[in-house]
């Protein structure tokens, strides 16, 4: 698992990520996919916001992203500023069966390009896509499914989900791809669940940064990697299942 | 005098208002002296100092000052003399408390020395020693013949569970000898009140009786020989008895504690009549045993005395809000499985359901507050240790008190003391701070959740549970202390840290290794012995021994104003980007500006309520000897209420509240008629002249800002916007309302809203009164000038150059434009049909009586009105009404001869009902340019928001004298000085000399002139409509104009002989107000509606 060797030529920086997004939209289960590739119940209790390590293999750099999980209440909202101040990137989490996290989500934005770092790369996830019927076609479908609610993305659910395994999709695709667009955000659908783009969505983070906003290895002496192990030997807690590894980021 | 002075000390304290403990620099911001008398000796909030004297402590021979390494019991004889202590003897309601920290709470003494105490206190918190005795725990007070002259006291204590028993268990009691010193006088006083004090005492030893029983102490204390008492309840002394106390009792040594204190509390009292010696002080720094803990921390941090006044409230909320929901239950039950899972007790449904009661208990009683993450996490490590009672009271001490502001929904006090933490780093430990500036790392992403969680999270359990120990003890600034230490200790390693990641991980390898020894490699033992742990402590307590609470308060005086303008900033981002789309015709800055205002009627109205209200209750305090409710919310800590930024504050203005603010947007929403202070007001007259000082909110029921009109449009404004029905609204109906009318260019989108705010049942059609109140309502708008802003110079041609060719002040042509009105509504009514009109017959019929205000002292002649020929008492009116809506179908036709003439009178006719679409109510408008011009821009400017420069005083008064203009020819007119005194009126300020004149020349105009302008145009709509039954209509409305002299006779007979019949007129119109408003009016409102009525009729009498 250590890639202490492969990261050793290359050359590597550190990059400070925050996570924002309501409650429950699955930011910490994203992170611990990230990090751990792993999907279970979080029983660590975060008090103001997680801080995790993983390191992003890039052909040509490693990047070694500096998460801050930020916690679910809604007042802990007023402390976002103080994690989100100087990040140089940030994931922006919707859950897509919910469309006023989509709403709550553009709010974050705005308030990122309000008051974060300039050159900040923001990415717009929405979560839970295995909740979607026909996870690997949705975005068609969803298109179809869920015109309605395009236009309002604040409004509740209009149609009930006819059958509990029905499709739960509530935001179109289209619709998050559109706003994510207009504000120059990537975009991205995830599943924490099953695994589905979470690598993805770092290792397009990871591009998208760009090389001079790059400060080279933060950290003096070297003692970064074992640290950044020591981290997630913490939070994962010995159920690493190998399905689902991703290539681009080498964890 | 003295209710001035003391308004004046408490409106200077919602300005600048001090946080709970907080000692800010200057003089006038400080808290109470009683507030610091309830911090000092944690008392509750009902607790006041009523007398203090200086006073010498004896404990009795067999108390014993034992330093906590003596184990022996030997030596006692030569301590014959027992131990004294000088300090101050304290007398509140209900306690009697001793400190050695002599801080005085007098009413003559300095705020400096009452607060003293939260200066040093080496080790024994801010009540040093002595005791904190409830009057209910004292069994005998014994006046000694002293030696000297002297006034000595012998206490004897309940030590031991107060009941019959006690006799045989606790022969001799516990004797407190105190001397006071003072003069005999002062003595006297003071035993005095003690002895009231004590009487009262007696029934409070029920609940004495109840809360020492569960207290460890007693069960510890059963004399080994007593068979019965031995088979009492172990009283429950947390999870700890069930699922084991964290830690290696061996190795904390728990025995050898419990010994210790065992020895302490048979010497020197225990629970409510433990008498605090620096042994006490010891025994808590070197950590509490676990059975004693939760008792000790109760003590120490006063949750023990809110218990004590109210041992039940507990099992009471539960039961209360049994089977309720809240959001704070459901954010909670998400928590659960996620606090201390290490603790074993948190793995089984006993523990969970332990916090899940307590946190829901607390959630009901502060709703406020509700429920924060990490409180989890802070009671599940109380429950370890204490009954689920005690934890709840014990947490509420922590929110209230302890941590003020941390837990709230903006966790203010969490960011306030991130930032005292931070400068507080930067003044000790210049270099580091500077390393984690240079490395751009972030100091509070670290340390937030040492304090958020108390340390639990961050240490080992046990060291956590030091760490509490001694911060229950000396308060707050421990947190700081320990935090500093921290990084002093980790200095070195954290100045090679230049990220996040490697400073937390440092960190966090610290804390894992707080048992290890400090020393490993020394060649002392001793020194090799001290762990990792203990050095902490030590750096913390004497290292960092000048980091007192007065430093705390300090701090966060100095940064608090900082922190909170960045909280409220962002929340206002915030929650105008959570506006919705409405918003978005509205531009940011305009949005800003109503969030501004909109928050801050919000909050000077609370402001004003609740210094009312303290004055209301200071006044009550005197026939008050136990405070109600703990939990209500207590003067001084809750003064500042109200600020977004503090927490939850009130989110939505009732119908004053938006009066308020609209006259703070509009200038024709300020009345004309400001009611005078010493009727409104039951503060003393001349508090209102501290009106002039604008940094003061002002006492009178309007604050500084003009006192707002109350006209029926809007209240029609409001229900409109009152979208959900709520009867509030809130920003975002407030920002909604204000995007129909002022986010569109749009002509006839402002013609259709103002129609549909008439059209009360929505069927599209304006009835007769519906008419006349939009008439009325055109009036009251335009009645300080329309905005000739739009075009200004276009219009004034357009007009001057229209069928009114008349020239004359732009209210003139206004009020025209509205007499044109009213005829061309009437002209181009619609009759409605019976049957439409079956259904709305009571309706009408109410708004009738509504209407009769109007038009009801035109007695032969006035077509409009609905009333009989005769002025008819107000009680008959309903009657009269009804009879006539009988009557309607029975209404001659025969008189009418012509089409037109039929059609007019029909208009006229109340039997015959009418109506107008908006179609041409749209017509109407347009046929008329001043009124277009008004549609178009005037009254969409006429509300300022950002763009444009608030509406100032010295504009509403120039404007004002308009109507008065208006009427310039009637003899006897006032309107220079009217103008310039209204003004003054509308900013609050009326000049004694020149006010009173002018004020009563306002009521009187206010209550007449609408009604006669609108009566006045019924006559000429009339007349002209007699006219053209007779004539046909050949011409078209040419000639309708009346004279300039005409209009000054009718206004001098408004002002004049008609005053009387105008006062009476508006008496049933104000209780028709209450009739049709109740459904949705609220009560205040319907009482000062009548009230400025009744005022009318007195002014002119
Ligand atoms: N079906 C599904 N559930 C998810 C996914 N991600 C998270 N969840 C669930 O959503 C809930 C909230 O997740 P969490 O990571 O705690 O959300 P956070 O509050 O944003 O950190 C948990 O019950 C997760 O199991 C996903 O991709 N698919
Ligand atoms: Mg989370």
Same mark, same amino acid.
């Given at each position: 698992m250590a890639d202490s060797g492969a990261a050793a030529p290359k050359p590597s920086s550190s990059v400070k990520l925050v996570l924002l997004g309501e409650a429950a939209v699955g930011k910490s289960s994203l992170v611990m996919r990230f990090v751990n590739n792993d999907f279970q119940e979080n029983k660590e209790p975060t008090i103001g916001a997680a801080f995790l390590t993983q390191k992003c293999n890039l052909p040509t750099r490693t990047i070694k992203f500096e998460i801050w999980d930020t916690a679910g209440q809604e007042r802990f909202a007023s402390l976002a500023p103080m994690y989100y101040r100087n990040a140089q990137a940030a994931l922006v989490v919707y859950d897509i069966t919910k469309p006023s996290s989509l709403t709550k989500a553009q709010h974050w934005v705005a308030e990122l390009h309000r008051q974060a770092s300039p050159g900040i790369v923001i990415a717009l996830v929405g979560n839970k896509a295995d909740l979607a019927a026909e996870a690997a076609a949705g975005d068609e479908l969803g298109d179809d499914a869920t015109e309605d609610t395009d236009a309002a993305p604040g409004a509740e659910g209009e149609e009930d989900a006819d059958a509990d395994n029905a499709d739960q999709r509530r935001v179109a695709t289209k619709t998050a791809k559109a706003y994510a667009e207009e504000e120059g955000l990537l975009f991205f659908e995830t599943s924490a669940k099953t695994g589905k783009n979470v690598a993805e969505v770092f290792t397009a983070i990871a591009n998208a940064i760009p090389e001079a906003s790059l400060k080279g290895p933060r950290g003096a002496a070297g003692g970064q990697s074992s640290l950044g192990r020591q981290e997630d030997a913490r939070v994962n807690l010995g159920s690493v299942r190998p399905e689902g590894a991703k290539e681009g980021c080498a964890c | 005098m003295f209710n001035l002075s003391n308004l004046v000390q408490k409106a200077q304290q919602f300005i600048e208002p001090a946080l709970p403990l907080a000692v800010p620099a200057s003089n006038d911001q400080r808290p109470s002296k009683a507030a610091l008398f309830r911090h000092q000796f944690r008392l509750p909030d009902s607790q006041s100092p009523l007398q203090e004297i200086t006073a010498e402590l004896t404990l009795s021979p067999h108390h014993s000052t034992r330093s906590s390494s003596s184990e022996s019991t030997t030596g006692e004889k030569e301590r014959g003399q027992g131990n004294h202590y000088v300090g101050k003897l304290h007398l509140s309601e209900q306690y009697l408390c001793f400190s050695t920290q002599g801080s005085s709470f007098l009413h003559s003494a300095s705020l400096t020395s009452s607060s003293s105490f939260t200066g040093q206190t080496h080790g024994a918190g801010p009540a040093g020693n002595g005791f904190t005795l409830p009057l209910c725990a004292i069994r005998r007070v014994e006046r000694l013949h002293s030696q000297s002259y002297m006034f000595a006291l012998a206490i004897t204590t309940w030590n031991g569970t107060p009941d019959s028993k006690a006799k045989k268990t606790a022969p001799s009691g516990q004797k407190l000898t105190i001397q006071l010193a003072g003069s005999r006088q002062q003595c006297e006083r003071f035993c005095d009140a003690l002895k009231r004090g004590l009487r009262e005492g007696i029934k409070d030893v029920e609940n004495l009786r109840a809360v020492v029983a569960e207290c460890y102490s007693e069960y510890l204390l059963i004399d080994d020989k007593d068979e019965a008492a031995k088979e009492r309840e172990h009283p429950d002394t947390g999870l700890g008895m069930i699922f084991r106390y964290p830690g290696n009792a061996r190795k904390l040594r728990d025995a050898t504690k419990i010994r210790l204190w065992k020895e302490y509390l048979r010497e020197n009292g225990r629970s409510v009549t433990l008498v605090r010696q620096p042994t006490f002080h010891k025994l808590i720094r070197v950590g509490l045993p676990n059975r004693l803990r939760g008792e000790i921390w109760e003590l120490t941090s006063g949750s023990f005395f809110l218990r004590l006044e109210k041992p039940s409230l507990y099992t009471e909320t539960l039961a209360k809000f049994s089977g309720r929901n809240s959001l704070a239950i459901d954010e909670i039950e998400k928590d659960l499985n996620r606090s201390l899972p290490e603790y074993p007790g948190f793995q089984s449904e006993e523990g969970i359901g332990r916090l899940r009661r307590v946190l829901t208990a607390y959630s009901w009683t502060n709703e406020s507050v509700g429920y924060c993450q990490a409180m989890n996490i802070v009671v599940a490590?109380?429950?370890?240790?204490?009954?689920?009672?005690?934890?709840?009271?014990?947490?509420?001490?922590?929110?209230?008190?302890?941590?003020?502001?941390?837990?709230?929904?903006?966790?203010?006090?969490?960011?306030?003391?991130?930032?005292?933490?931070? %400068?507080?780093?930067?003044?000790?430990?210049?270099?580091?701070?500077?390393?984690?500036?240079?490395?751009?790392?972030?100091?509070?992403?670290?340390?937030?959740?040492?304090?958020?969680?108390?340390?639990?999270?961050?240490?080992?359990?046990?060291?956590?549970?030091?760490?509490?120990?001694?911060?229950?003890?000396?308060?707050?600034?421990?947190?700081?202390?320990?935090?500093?230490?921290?990084?002093?200790?980790?200095?070195?390693?954290?100045?090679?840290?230049?990220?996040?990641?490697?400073?937390?991980?440092?960190?966090?390898?610290?804390?894992?290794?707080?048992?290890?020894?400090? &020393?490993?490699? %020394?060649?002392?033992?001793?020194?090799?012995?001290?762990?990792?742990?203990?050095?902490?402590?030590?750096?913390?307590?004497?290292?960092?021994?000048?980091?007192?609470?007065?430093?705390?308060?300090?701090?966060?005086?100095? &940064?608090? #104003?900082?922190?909170?303008?960045?909280?409220?900033?962002?929340?206002?981002?915030?929650?105008?980007?959570?506006?919705?789309?409405?918003?978005?015709?509205?531009?940011?800055?305009?949005?800003?500006? +109503?969030?501004?205002?909109?928050?801050?009627?919000?909050?000077e109205r609370q402001q004003r309520a609740e210094i009312l209200e303290q004055e209301a209750e200071r006044k009550a305090k005197a026939e008050r000897t136990k405070a109600s409710a703990i939990f209500a919310p207590s003067s001084g800590d809750n003064v500042q209420r109200g600020r977004v930024a503090l927490g939850p504050s009130p989110t939505e203005m009732d119908y004053d509240a938006f009066r308020e603010f609209l006259a703070g947007i509009a200038k024709w929403a300020i009345t004309d008629s400001p009611s005078s202070p010493e009727q409104e007001n039951s503060q003393p007259s001349h508090s209102y002249f501290g009106n002039s000082n604008r940094n003061r909110p002002s006492t009178s029921p309007?604050?500084?800002?003009?006192?707002?009109?109350?006209?029926?449009?809007?209240?029609?404004?409001?229900?409109?916007?009152?979208?959900?029905?709520?009867?509030?609204?809130?920003?975002?109906?407030?920002?909604?309302?204000?995007?129909?009318?002022?986010?569109?260019?749009?002509?006839?989108?402002?013609?259709?809203?103002?129609?549909?705010?008439?059209?009360?049942?929505?069927?599209?059609?304006?009835?007769?009164?519906?008419?006349?109140?939009?008439?009325?309502?055109?009036?009251?708008?335009?009645?300080?000038?329309?905005?000739?802003?739009?075009?200004?110079?276009?219009?004034?041609?357009?007009?001057?150059?229209?069928?009114?060719?008349?020239?004359?002040?732009? #209210?003139?042509?206004?009020?025209?434009?509205?007499?044109?009105?009213?005829?061309?509504?009437?002209?181009?009514?619609?009759? #409605? &049909?019976?049957? &439409?009109?079956?259904?709305?017959?009571?309706?009408?019929?109410?708004?009738?009586?509504?209407?009769?205000?109007?038009?009801?002292?035109?007695?032969?002649?006035?077509?409009?009105? +609905?009333?009989?020929?005769?002025?008819?008492?107000?009680?008959?009116?309903?009657?009269?009404?009804?009879?006539?809506?009988?009557?309607?179908?029975?209404?001659?036709?025969?008189?009418?001869?012509? @089409?037109?003439?039929?059609?007019?009178?029909?208009?006229?006719?109340?039997?015959?009902?009418?109506?107008?679409?908006?179609?041409?109510?749209?017509? !109407?408008?347009?046929?008329?340019?001043?009124?277009?011009?008004?549609?178009?821009?005037?009254?969409?400017?006429?509300?300022?928001?950002?763009?444009?420069?608030?509406?100032?005083?010295?504009?509403?008064?120039?404007?004002?004298?308009?109507?008065?203009?208006?009427?310039?020819?009637?003899?006897?007119?006032?309107?220079?000085?009217?103008?310039?005194?209204?003004?003054?009126?509308?900013?609050?300020?009326?000049?004694?000399?020149?006010? +009173?004149?002018?004020?009563?020349?306002?009521?009187?105009?206010?209550?007449?002139? !609408?009604?006669?302008?609108?009566?006045?145009?019924?006559?000429?709509?009339?007349?002209?409509?007699?006219?053209?039954?007779?004539?046909?209509?050949?011409?078209?409305?040419?000639?309708?104009?009346? %004279?300039?002299?005409?209009?000054?006779?009718?206004?001098?007979? @408004?002002?004049?002989?008609?005053?009387?019949?105008?006062?009476?007129?508006?008496?049933?119109?104000?209780? +028709?107000?209450?009739?049709?408003?109740?459904?949705?009016?609220?009560?205040?409102?319907?009482?000062?509606?009548?009230?400025? %009525?009744?005022?009318?009729?007195?002014?002119?009498?």
């Open positions: - | 490590a109380l429950l370890i240790y204490m009954s689920e009672s005690q934890a709840f009271f014990l947490l509420s001490i922590l929110c209230d008190r302890l941590l003020p502001g941390y837990y709230a929904t903006t966790m203010y006090g969490t960011l306030l003391d991130q930032r005292v933490f931070e %400068s507080l780093v930067e003044k000790t430990m210049p270099i580091l701070w500077d390393h984690l500036v240079k490395s751009d790392v972030q100091l509070s992403v670290v340390s937030l959740p040492w304090f958020l969680s108390l340390y639990i999270n961050s240490m080992p359990l046990i060291f956590a549970f030091r760490v509490l120990d001694v911060f229950f003890l000396e308060g707050p600034k421990v947190l700081f202390q320990i935090g500093l230490a921290i990084l002093r200790i980790n200095g070195e390693e954290l100045l090679d840290a230049t990220d996040d990641g490697t400073f937390i991980s440092v960190l966090k390898s610290y804390f894992s290794r707080l048992d290890e020894s400090a &020393h490993p490699r %020394s060649d002392n033992p001793k020194l090799r012995a001290v762990t990792r742990f203990q050095e902490l402590m030590v750096v913390a307590f004497k290292e960092f021994a000048g980091i007192t609470q007065n430093t705390i308060s300090e701090q966060r005086a100095k &940064h608090k #104003d900082a922190v909170l303008a960045n909280i409220e900033s962002f929340t206002k981002r915030t929650s105008i980007r959570n506006l919705g789309p409405e918003s978005k015709r509205l531009s940011v800055d305009d949005l800003g500006f +109503l969030y501004d205002k909109f928050y801050a009627v919000l909050y309007w604050g500084s800002g003009p006192e707002p009109a109350d006209h029926e449009f809007m209240r029609r404004l409001f229900r409109q916007w009152d979208v959900d029905m709520t009867d509030a609204l809130s920003l975002q109906n407030v920002v909604t309302g204000f995007a129909q009318v002022k986010g569109t260019k749009d002509i006839m989108s402002n013609i259709s809203y103002f129609f549909e705010l008439y059209d009360d049942d929505g069927d599209g059609r304006v009835d007769r009164e519906g008419i006349l109140r939009i008439s009325e309502a055109l009036l009251f708008l335009s009645r300080r000038g329309v905005s000739q802003s739009g075009s200004p110079a276009a219009s004034t041609t357009d007009v001057n150059s229209g069928d009114h060719a008349e020239k004359g002040n732009p #209210d003139e042509q206004f009020l025209s434009s509205v007499s044109a009105f009213i005829r061309r509504c009437f002209e181009y009514a619609d009759p #409605d &049909h019976p049957s &439409h009109r079956g259904d709305h017959a009571l309706d009408s019929a109410t708004k009738d009586m509504d209407n009769f205000a109007i038009g009801e002292d035109d007695e032969d002649e006035d077509l409009i009105s +609905l009333s009989a020929p005769t002025s008819p008492a107000p009680t008959q009116n309903k009657d009269l009404q009804t009879s006539s809506e009988d009557h309607t179908p029975l209404s001659p036709h025969d008189s009418i001869k012509s @089409a037109k003439a039929k059609a007019a009178n029909l208009a006229l006719d109340p039997n015959k009902p009418l109506y107008i679409t908006l179609p041409t109510f749209r017509m !109407v408008i347009l046929a008329d340019e001043v009124l277009e011009h008004f549609f178009e821009v005037g009254f969409s400017s006429s509300f300022r928001l950002a763009s444009t420069s608030p509406p100032s005083h010295s504009s509403t008064a120039s404007n004002l004298t308009t109507f008065s203009n208006a009427g310039k020819h009637a003899a006897g007119s006032t309107a220079g000085g009217l103008g310039g005194v209204v003004g003054g009126a509308g900013a609050g300020v009326v000049p004694p000399s020149k006010g +009173l004149r002018g004020m009563l020349d306002n009521i009187v105009s206010d209550g007449m002139r !609408v009604a006669a302008e609108v009566k006045r145009r019924m006559d000429e709509a009339q007349k002209e409509m007699d006219r053209e039954a007779r004539q046909g209509r050949d011409d078209e409305d040419e000639d309708d104009e009346p %004279s300039p002299a005409k209009d000054a006779d009718l206004l001098e007979g @408004a002002e004049t002989a008609d005053v009387e019949t105008a006062g009476k007129d508006r008496l049933p119109e104000a209780d +028709l107000l209450v009739l049709t408003g109740s459904g949705s009016a609220g009560g205040g409102r319907k009482r000062s509606a009548s009230d400025a %009525s009744r005022k009318v009729l007195e002014f002119e009498r």
